[in-house]
């Protein structure tokens, strides 16, 4: 069975501060890996979907990495904003076809300080 | 496009009353999954559909039924709720089962 550990569970950092988020995964046969931010009260917005045939995905100030080999995956965020003040989840997703399930981690809490 | 929507917001019930959780999406996605999400544990997924008529079980289906009778909507059904059943219950679509996942807002459901 899949488990996904995120590290750290809760960050506060001031406004302007380059981060990472990191995400342990332990079954590597994954198809792909979906990091989501959730806002207090809200849903999950999707952020990067990353193939794991891909090392590294970007979007704006955000960059996944992915290393399936070790299980692991990172999320870069550069010059962090209040606004992006949220909870990070990363979510692995089975390799089997016919049952390519997300799998989540608990997240990661972050506070952006102004 | 609206994207996933979710009815209702809140609920209460009581043990041992039924309800039906609404999910619509109009995105055509054929792969759509209804997830719970307790403090400490994560989403874990409850059922998931590949297409219409065609249903799956995920890692918590107990006390769980499901249809899909069209693309559209996947309807998630408690026929006898119990106070583990409280959540936050969010509903997703995909084109196919390996895309990118898209979330609805979520119903908090409370049962005492």
């Known amino acids: 069975k899949q488990e996904v550990t995120q590290i750290p569970a809760a960050l506060s950092v001031p406004e302007g501060e380059n981060l990472v988020l990191n995400c342990s995964f332990t079954?590597?046969?994954?198809?792909?890996l979906q990091w989501f931010r959730q806002d207090p009260g809200k849903g999950l917005t999707s952020l990067l979907l990353?193939?794991?045939?891909?090392r590294e995905q970007t979007s704006g100030r955000l960059n996944a990495s992915l290393d399936k080999s070790s299980g692991r995956s990172t999320l870069y965020i550069a010059a962090s904003q209040p606004g992006d003040s949220a909870t990070y989840l990363c979510?692995?997703?089975?390799?089997?076809?016919?049952?390519?399930?997300?799998?989540f981690g608990s997240g990661t809490r972050l506070q952006v300080q102004p | 496009n609206a994207g996933v929507t979710q009815t209702p917001k809140f609920q209460v019930l009581k043990t041992g009353q039924s309800m039906t959780l609404q999910c619509a999406q109009d995105?055509?996605?054929?792969?759509m999954s209804w997830y719970r999400q307790d403090p400490g544990m994560g989403l874990r997924l409850i059922h998931y559909?590949?297409?219409?008529?065609?249903?799956d079980q995920g890692e918590v289906p107990n006390g769980y039924n499901v249809s899909r009778s069209t693309t559209e909507d996947f309807p998630l059904r408690l026929l006898s709720a119990a106070p583990s059943q409280t959540s936050v219950y969010f509903c997703?679509?995909?084109?196919?089962?390996?895309?990118?996942?898209?979330f609805g807002p979520g119903t908090r459901l409370t049962v005492l």
């Open positions: 979510a692995p997703r089975r390799a089997t076809a016919g049952r390519r399930a997300l799998t």
């Open positions: 990353i193939q794991s045939s891909q």
């Open positions: 559909s590949v297409g219409a008529g065609i249903t």
């Open positions: 997703a679509s995909s084109y196919g089962e390996g895309n990118e996942q898209f």
């Open positions: 995105m055509n996605h054929e792969y």
């Open positions: 079954d590597s046969a994954i198809y792909n």
